[in-house]
């Protein structure tokens, strides 16, 4: 079975200054990543993924994401923080059913607080 | 193209009742996932529907049913209402074939479910 782990609740960080929200994962396989960002009172919203090839994807809103296989990381990254960035970020992994299709086995969640 | 849509936004419900939500995909999605978020067991797979058969389920009591339609619009239904049923369900659609896991998923703005 997968599993994924965001092992920091919260992070904090000051506009401007570059932000990591980490992530790690346990799969079979290949891993298939995904991370999300959820708004208050809003559903999830897809920030970029990680299938194969290049270790570094770039996604929406200037999000990017560091692939390390000997690590089993996926940490999100960001060079510049700002207040908007405040929200609540999940990672997850995709995997084959058996009947078929996928399902994501998301994160705690990581509530990314950028203060003026 | 217009995103996932989710009808109601809210409800509130009692014990014992039994309430049913609609997600409609986006537009030629034919794969549609639902999920429950509460803030204690965080996001969990309900199940997912493609080519309105049922390929997948979570784990969830039998209470938790759904169906999709020749549309791929879906529903989802809780029979005997309990309290800890209260949470935010989420309807996500994707593009997938029947056997890629790598197709994203979209996401509603999801249904909070209040129960009395």
């Known amino acids: 079975a997968q599993s994924v782990a965001q092992p920091e609740d919260q992070v904090n960080v000051a506009e401007g200054n570059p932000l990591t929200v980490k992530c790690t994962y346990s799969?079979?396989?290949?891993?298939?990543l995904f991370w999300y960002v959820q708004y208050p009172n809003r559903g999830l919203q897809f920030l970029l993924k990680y299938i194969t090839g290049d270790n570094l994807v770039k996604g929406s809103y200037g999000f990017e994401a560091e692939f390390n296989k000997s690590q089993t990381s996926f940490h999100l990254k960001k060079p510049s923080a700002l207040v908007s960035d405040s929200a609540l970020y999940f990672c997850a992994v995709s995997a084959i059913l058996t009947g078929g299709g996928n399902k994501l086995t998301f994160g705690t969640g990581t509530q990314l607080k950028v203060e003026l | 193209k217009a995103g996932v849509t989710q009808t109601p936004r809210y409800l509130i419900k009692t014990r014992g009742q039994q309430v049913t939500l609609s997600c409609s995909p986006i537009s030629g999605h034919r794969s549609v996932s639902w999920y429950q978020q509460t803030p204690g067991q965080g996001l969990q797979f309900l199940f997912e529907y493609f080519s309105e058969t049922q390929r997948n389920k979570g784990n969830f009591p039998g209470r938790f049913s759904g169906r999709q339609f020749s549309n791929s619009r879906s529903e989802m239904n809780v029979s005997t209402l309990e309290l800890g049923d209260s949470a935010l369900y989420l309807c996500a659609s994707s593009s997938l074939t029947e056997y890629l896991s790598t197709d994203t998923q979209y996401f509603g703005p999801g249904t909070r479910l209040t129960v009395l």
């Open positions: 799969v079979s396989g290949n891993p298939y």
